[in-house]
């Protein structure tokens, strides 16, 4: 695996593919970093006693945890147009967190090209559509549409 850099037009070709991201785990101290970032310090994330008790039965990451591992997801491979000199992230047209993450799991990223646009000034718009899964969950923790503006 690896990047795919492509002409515009041959990445076009390659709306559909599908690639699979390095496995990362979701450790309770990356948890608690995490927590200590956003002060976000509900108990179902950083409290393992009061966890065990609560609706998971252990601490689970943030939900907002898993979309900034994204970018870290995205480091096993993408998709990135020819003659590119600078790309920044141009947002999500859809975010759902549909299962929790427990701590000491480890997630991966499925992630589909799902669009190619060109715009004006020789920028471009790359969709890919992230379906990540922590290890032995049937159901996806997180779907993400992500837009990433390249600069030519």
């Not at 990362?24 to 108990?43: K, M, V």
């Not at 039965?57 to 491979?77: D, E, I, K, N, P």
Request: glycine residues 8%; hydrophobic residues 40%.
């Amino acid at each position: 695996m690896g990047f795919t850099v492509l002409p515009v037009e041959k990445l076009k070709e390659c709306i559909g593919e599908i690639k699979h991201s390095e496995w990362l785990e979701i450790t309770q101290e990356r948890i608690d970093q995490f927590a200590g970032c956003t002060d976000d310090r509900n108990y179902i994330h950083v409290d393992r006693e009061k966890a065990k008790s609560g609706p998971f039965g252990t601490t689970v990451a943030h939900g907002f945890l898993t979309l900034s591992l994204l970018t870290r997801l995205s480091a096993s491979g993408t998709w990135i147009p020819e003659g590119i000199k600078a790309a920044v992230n141009y947002g999500f047209d859809r975010v759902r967190f549909m299962s929790p993450v427990p701590s000491g799991s480890r997630i991966q990223s499925t992630m589909e090209l799902t669009g190619v646009e060109e715009k004006e000034r020789g920028r471009i718009l790359i969709k890919v559509t992230h379906t990540v899964h922590a290890e032995g969950s049937e159901k996806p923790a997180l779907v993400a549409d992500w837009v990433t503006m390249f600069m030519s």
